[in-house]
């Protein structure tokens, strides 16, 4: 896609160099902030700690659009898996599952298991692309799998290559879906201590000169012998639990965890899970300000920005945690230094930028956690038990066989096997759903079958079923975890589920163009892109599915 994109803004080059004007006066710079794992109670939990929104000359962090702009207290994610890769892939296509082609993390392609071999398939990673080649160790990755355009793209298109996209993350899936296919700039990690891409973004095989002087200056291994210890008084941790499974900290002190002594990938994997990653992002992203000359010129610019390090942290700690709450004050003091510097370095400032921040996804509390403190059946269950118990049910019912794969929430069966039976597929979609379901920590699973033909229940996670179903790439039946239950091994926790500890996350918008307010009505992950589509003046991404956010935008 990007080849046919890039032919086209070549294509349509024959605008007049001196045009600047674009659009209805769009802002010169926006700021797309995704915050990895970042559950909506947080803005809330957390507000005490937060700087304020301005002080004298410069603005604080979340506040600054918390008490200044417009706030969506009831945002939701629309689809299932409520993973990294469907919540990037959403935000700026203001598609789902079902149009995108994102439909989880990994999915197994169903036309390419061997199903006569007998072995295990192997996943096929959201972001891979077999025909692209890394830069700098960052894989082979692209937006290939991601069969819709982005705002970044339809801006592109809509200046004939003029603005400026870019995009900044951890993770490469972030920082792929959120930029698109046609974006200028697109790093992730390496995670050996380097920014990294792939030949998609750049085709001559190095990446931007700024990029490598970065590099070169190791910003990675500023934390080499450092412990993260808590950013506040002790006292002001007081409501939170250090997680089941983690040691006793040392005595007198919240926490503290070394990141070790020598940079290595240990210490790397330490740093990024840690309240001092989301400081790297920041300040290459201040980095990239000035030498992408981003918001510099009438031409509207994009930056899409991920902090991962929240999620990586929740993951090993979970939402109730010491480590979580500093983390997150940590990621306030972070945006504010951002912000000041979007401030001094974009023609116009603040004035000329919009700023939104979301999340990717929530959490599920620590099971064994919730199971102790708040007397529910939550648990930690296996992939594994699942898939057992349908081929036995499917085995009995219709016959010895190697009758399906597990990759929750996509369960795929034997196809060859149902036809050289003569069986309905639907019909023994629908049994294997019913001998999921028996199983501990499965609360709802659906036949493929049913749900394209709109015969999911009507409840409202049968809508976020519907949303995700991809006729091409989907398992042949969906299966759905119990509120509270975690199917995943290790100790700390998870998301995936439909349930609102995963799906509700915060949508804060501040900048040129916005209407300041608080809304309580309930909206969805994907109005981001329409929204930001009529702000900026072009066309609505090709797979959009949301509508405009209600309040967001001044007449």
Same mark, same amino acid.
């Given at each position: 896609?990007?080849?046919?994109?890039?032919?086209?803004?070549?294509?349509?080059?024959?605008?007049?160099?001196?045009?600047?004007?674009?659009?209805?006066?769009?802002?010169?710079?926006?700021?797309?902030?995704?915050?990895?794992?970042?559950?909506?109670?947080?803005?809330?939990?957390?507000?005490?700690?937060?700087?304020?929104?301005?002080?004298?000359?410069?603005?604080?962090?979340?506040?600054?659009?918390?008490?200044?702009?417009?706030?969506?207290?009831?945002?939701?994610?629309?689809?299932?898996?409520?993973?990294?890769?469907?919540?990037?892939?959403?935000?700026?296509?203001?598609?789902?599952?079902?149009?995108?082609?994102?439909?989880?993390?990994?999915?197994?392609?169903?036309?390419?298991?061997?199903?006569?071999?007998?072995?295990?398939?192997?996943?096929?990673?959201?972001?891979?692309?077999?025909?692209?080649?890394?830069?700098n160790g960052g894989g082979k990755m692209s937006p290939r799998n991601l069969k819709v355009t982005t705002v970044g793209d339809e801006l592109k298109l809509a200046t004939a290559g003029k603005?400026?996209?870019?995009?900044?993350?951890?993770?490469?899936?972030?920082?792929?879906?959120?930029?698109?296919?046609?974006?200028?700039?697109?790093?992730?990690?390496?995670?050996?201590?380097?920014?990294?891409?792939?030949?998609?973004?750049?085709?001559?095989?190095?990446?931007?000169?700024?990029?490598?002087?970065?590099?070169?200056? =190791?910003? %990675?291994? #500023?934390?080499?012998? $450092?412990?993260?210890?808590? /950013?506040?008084?002790?006292?002001?941790?007081? &409501?939170?639990?250090?997680?089941?499974?983690?040691?006793?900290?040392?005595?007198?002190?919240?926490?503290?965890?070394?990141?070790?002594?020598?940079?290595?990938?240990?210490?790397?994997?330490?740093?990024?899970?840690?309240?001092?990653?989301?400081?790297i992002v920041g300040a290459t992203v201040e980095r990239a300000l000035d030498a992408e000359s981003l918001g510099q010129d009438d031409v509207p610019d994009l930056l899409v920005i991920n902090?991962?390090?929240?999620?990586?942290?929740?993951?090993?700690?979970?939402?109730?945690?010491?480590?979580?709450?500093?983390?997150?004050?940590?990621?306030?003091?972070?945006?504010? =230094?951002? %912000?000041? #510097?979007?401030?001094? $370095?974009?023609?116009?400032? /603040?004035?000329?930028?919009?700023?939104?921040? &979301?999340?990717?996804?929530?959490?599920?509390?620590?099971?064994?956690?919730?199971?102790?403190?708040?007397?529910?059946?939550?648990?930690?269950?296996?992939?594994?038990?699942?898939?057992?118990?349908?081929?036995?049910?499917?085995?009995?019912?219709?016959?010895?066989?190697?009758?399906?794969?597990?990759?929750?929430?996509?369960?795929?069966?034997?196809?060859?096997?149902?036809?050289?039976?003569?069986?309905?597929?639907?019909?023994?979609?629908?049994?294997?759903?019913?001998?999921?379901?028996?199983?501990?920590?499965?609360?709802?699973?659906?036949?493929?079958?049913?749900?394209?033909?709109?015969?999911?229940?009507?409840?409202?996670?049968?809508?976020?079923?519907?949303?995700?179903?991809?006729?091409?790439?989907?398992?042949?039946?969906?299966?759905?975890?119990?509120?509270?239950?975690?199917?995943?091994?290790?100790?700390?926790?998870?998301?995936?589920?439909?349930?609102?500890?995963?799906?509700?996350?915060?949508?804060?918008?501040?900048?040129?163009?916005?209407?300041?307010?608080?809304?309580?009505?309930?909206?969805?992950?994907?109005?981001?892109?329409?929204?930001?589509?009529?702000?900026?003046?072009?066309?609505?991404?090709?797979?959009?599915?949301?509508?405009?956010?209600?309040?967001?935008?001044?007449?």
């Open positions: 896609m990007r080849l046919a994109l890039l032919a086209l803004l070549a294509a349509t080059s024959v605008v007049s160099h001196s045009q600047t004007a674009f659009g209805p006066n769009p802002p010169r710079l926006t700021v797309v902030i995704s915050i990895d794992q970042f559950r909506n109670d947080y803005t809330e939990r957390f507000a005490p700690y937060f700087l304020p929104a301005t002080s004298g000359s410069t603005v604080g962090g979340f506040n600054y659009l918390l008490q200044g702009g417009a706030v969506y207290r009831d945002a939701h994610h629309g689809h299932v898996p409520t993973e990294t890769g469907p919540g990037h892939a959403t935000l700026l296509t203001g598609s789902e599952p079902s149009l995108n082609g994102i439909v989880a993390n990994a999915w197994i392609d169903p036309l390419a298991i061997d199903w006569a071999s007998g072995k295990r398939p192997s996943s096929v990673y959201c972001a891979s692309d077999p025909d692209t080649g890394e830069v603005a400026k996209v870019v995009g900044i993350a951890f993770k490469d899936r972030a920082s792929i879906f959120m930029a698109g296919h046609a974006a200028d700039t697109v790093i992730w990690t390496n995670g050996n201590g380097g920014w990294a891409s792939s030949t998609h973004y750049c085709p001559n095989g190095k990446l931007p000169g700024w990029v490598e002087k970065l590099n070169a200056d =190791k910003p %990675f291994d #500023a934390f080499v012998g $450092k412990d993260w210890e808590p /950013l506040l008084a002790a006292d002001a941790y007081g &409501t939170t639990r250090k997680a089941p499974a983690e040691k006793d900290p040392p005595v007198g002190k919240v926490f503290s965890h070394g990141l070790g002594k020598e940079a290595n990938k240990a210490y790397y994997g330490a740093v990024a899970t840690s309240g001092f990653g989301n400081d902090l991962s390090s929240n999620d990586y942290v929740g993951h090993r700690f979970g939402p109730n945690s010491p480590e979580v709450m500093d983390t997150t004050v940590r990621t306030d003091r972070m945006l504010s =230094k951002l %912000f000041n #510097a979007i401030n001094a $370095k974009v023609k116009g400032g /603040l004035r000329e930028t919009v700023i939104v921040i &979301t999340a990717d996804h929530g959490v599920v509390p620590i099971p064994e956690e919730s199971a102790k403190e708040a007397h529910t059946e939550a648990a930690r269950h296996s992939e594994s038990a699942v898939e057992k118990a349908v081929e036995a049910a499917l085995a009995a019912r219709f016959g010895a066989g190697d009758w399906c794969v597990a990759s929750m929430p996509h369960m795929y069966l034997n196809r060859p096997l149902i036809a050289s039976k003569n069986l309905d597929p639907t019909t023994v979609q629908r049994a294997a759903a019913e001998a999921a379901m028996t199983v501990p920590g499965v609360y709802g699973a659906v036949a493929a079958g049913d749900v394209w033909t709109g015969r999911v229940p009507q409840v409202p996670w049968g809508q976020l079923v519907s949303n995700s179903y991809n006729p091409r790439l989907s398992g042949d039946v969906l299966v759905f975890e119990s509120p509270g239950a975690y199917f995943g091994g290790g100790t700390g926790t998870g998301h995936g589920s439909p349930w609102n500890y995963d799906t509700h996350v915060p949508i804060l918008m501040r900048g040129k163009g916005i209407e300041k307010g608080k809304h309580s009505e309930r909206v969805f992950t994907n109005a981001i892109a329409p929204t930001l589509s009529h702000l900026l003046g072009v066309e609505y991404p090709t797979g959009c599915m949301g509508t405009v956010l209600p309040g967001a935008l001044k007449e």
